[in-house]
């Protein structure tokens, strides 16, 4: 069941779209905190040869760090009522293992399907691939053309599901600033229907 007390807004896109960075930046902004992305710490500690299975337990990595995070904020925000909702930045959620495995693997677990249709978000960002890619030990996909079609993945997903979303785009200041005035307003419209 959904805490009308808490709005999770989920940053989903290709790899190198800034997700952490302003997953980061917006928790700052709302002083609040957000939601790692768990594939980063499993694929850091167990290397980047993962198999289909491996991707199971890195979506229920996600899932428990998810539920944990939401868990610690309504606790440092018990004073919260629906007037003030708290709001909890999630780098990372089921749409993505489900791309990723798909892209991959050609196919994805049902645990993963089965959770995309259990959890409830308020809110989408979906992060384009305009910034430069920048390389680390765990990305993939260096060229625009695969960051492209992975892109357009995640907008189809997320324009066949009901909840609000947002495309960010451009450079900062300007790419934190948009993605700022939607949360902004979606927190506002859900105040109210409250």
Known sequence: MPDDNVKKIVLIGPESTGKSTLSASLAAHFSTIWCREYAR?????????????DLLTIARGQ????????????????????????????????????????????KCHTEILDQILERRYDGYLLCKPDLPWVKDELREYPDQETRTI??????????????????????????????ISWVTALLKAGKKSL
């Open 150 to 179: 992975l892109f357009h993945v995640y907008r189809d997903i997320l324009v066949n599901q009901p909840v609000p979303w947002f495309e960010v785009q451009g450079e900062n200041p300007e790419r934190t600033a948009s993605a």
């Open 41 to 53: 710490e499993y694929l850091l500690e167990h290397g980047t040869d993962y198999n289909f299975n």
């Open 63 to 106: 899932l428990s760090l998810e539920d944990s995070t939401a868990a610690l904020l309504k606790l440092k925000h018990e004073s919260a009522t629906p007037e003030q909702p708290s709001v909890l930045f999630i780098d990372t959620d089921m749409y993505v293992m489900k791309v990723w495995s798909e892209f991959v693997f050609g």
